[in-house]
């Protein structure tokens, strides 16, 4: 009976990470890139990442800690007490989706803070006789945040055979719906041939007034 408890809590815990991570904020794929040498990985980790791998969820070493250490925690009380490894097995749950909420919110000031530059940079492109395909490829080399490797990654998809349009408007579901407008833009003119330059103008302008208004919400959180 009790190791059917054990089990029972395991598959709550692991399924309750995995279900967070699923509807957390869009988050830039990039965020978690691997460095040129990978740092020695805990035994939670590795842990995580073959639970993670099982349930073929994309990498995330955070969340690979965070499964690692709530399956040993969890095994571990569920084996001496019941009960409390059900009230671990919850803290886990609550911990985890508050962990991955505010790293999403991190992420998109980082990525609206980011915004206006990336569009005036587009406007710099486009104005110079380039084509949607030949700035987006210039915006991914100029720029060095992760809205710029989210362009070169268009880039790689067009270049495997991707209609561009197409590869754009995956864009949103990678880095979240701030960057909607600016890629709808962009499609519409690379589609349609729609006039552009009027409107990376209003979006440069409407992007950093929402960065303003960001930067003054934030000050009023911070303790006096």
Same mark, same amino acid.
């Given at each position: 009976?009790?190791?059917?408890?054990?089990?029972?809590?395991?598959?709550?815990?692991?399924?309750?990470?995995?279900?967070?991570?699923?509807?957390?904020?869009?988050?830039?794929?990039?965020?978690?890139?691997?460095?040129?040498?990978?740092?020695?990985?805990?035994?939670?980790? =590795?842990?995580?990442?073959?639970?993670?791998?099982?349930?073929?969820?994309?990498?995330?070493?955070? +969340?690979?800690?965070?499964?690692?250490?709530?399956?040993?925690?969890?095994? *571990?009380? %569920?084996?001496?007490?019941?009960?409390?490894?059900?009230?671990?097995?919850? %803290? #886990?749950?609550?911990?985890?989706?508050?962990?991955?909420?505010?790293?999403?919110?991190?992420?998109?000031?980082?990525?609206?803070?980011?915004?206006?530059?990336?569009?005036? #940079?587009?406007?710099?492109?486009?104005?110079?006789?380039?084509?949607?395909?030949?700035?987006?490829?210039?915006?991914?080399?100029?720029?060095?945040?992760?809205?710029?490797?989210?362009?070169?990654?268009?880039?790689?998809?067009?270049?495997?055979?991707?209609?561009?349009?197409?590869? #754009?408007?995956?864009?949103?579901?990678? #880095? %979240?719906?701030?960057?909607?407008? +600016?890629?709808? *833009? +962009?499609?519409?003119?690379?589609?349609?041939?729609?006039?552009?330059?009027?409107? +990376?103008?209003?979006?440069?302008?409407?992007?950093? *007034?929402?960065?303003? =208004?960001?930067?003054? *919400?934030?000050?009023?959180?911070?303790?006096?």
């Amino acid at each position: 009976m009790t190791a059917s408890w054990v089990v029972f809590i395991l598959g709550l815990t692991i399924v309750s990470v995995f279900t967070i991570g699923r509807r957390a904020m869009p988050r830039p794929p990039f965020a978690d890139r691997p460095l040129a040498a990978s740092p020695q990985r805990s035994a939670f980790e =590795r842990i995580g990442r073959y639970i993670r791998s099982a349930f073929r969820q994309p990498a995330d070493r955070s +969340l690979d800690r965070s499964t690692g250490a709530g399956v040993v925690v969890v095994s *571990a009380l %569920g084996l001496v007490n019941i009960g409390l490894g059900i009230v671990v097995a919850v %803290g #886990l749950w609550v911990r985890t989706m508050l962990h991955r909420r505010r790293r999403g919110l991190r992420d998109q000031d980082r990525i609206g803070a980011a915004l206006g530059d990336v569009i005036d #940079l587009f406007a710099v492109a486009l104005l110079s006789g380039n084509t949607v395909g030949d700035a987006v490829r210039q915006v991914s080399e100029w720029s060095d945040t992760d809205i710029a490797e989210a362009f070169a990654w268009c880039t790689r998809q067009v270049a495997g055979g991707r209609s561009f349009s197409d590869a #754009l408007e995956q864009v949103p579901g990678l #880095l %979240g719906p701030q960057v909607r407008p +600016l890629i709808a *833009a +962009l499609v519409a003119t690379e589609r349609y041939g729609a006039p552009i330059t009027a409107n +990376l103008a209003q979006l440069a302008v409407d992007t950093r *007034a929402d960065r303003r =208004r960001r930067a003054e *919400a934030s000050a009023r959180r911070l303790p006096v």
